[in-house]
């Protein structure tokens, strides 16, 4: 399986460690938000349908980092596709 990410996800991404990194006047947090979302990206990836499946969305929300942040996502054949990357503090989504 390979993993894709939507450029709306790469946005969500980018945006939340810019975020992090200007509240924070460091990038210690981005970099461990960073290395906590490739450690969840390998679990999707060895095991696809480890999150909870969103049957109104057609999607797959994995929790991670203590709950702290969201990989939504869709399996596309041997593809997961990143749909979006949430900081779960932020204004619900659903």
Known sequence: ???KWTKEAEINFDDTLEYW????????YSDKIISEAEKA?????ENPRLGVFLRDHNTYQL???KGKFSLFYKIKGQT????RF????????Y
């Open 63 to 65: 929790i991670f980092f």
């Open 1 to 3: 399986m390979e993993a």
């Open 80 to 83: 997961i596709l990143i749909t």
């Open 41 to 45: 990206l390998n679990y999707i990836l």
């Open 21 to 28: 990194r200007h509240h924070n006047q460091s990038d210690r």
């Open 86 to 93: 949430r900081d779960n503090r932020q204004k619900p989504l």
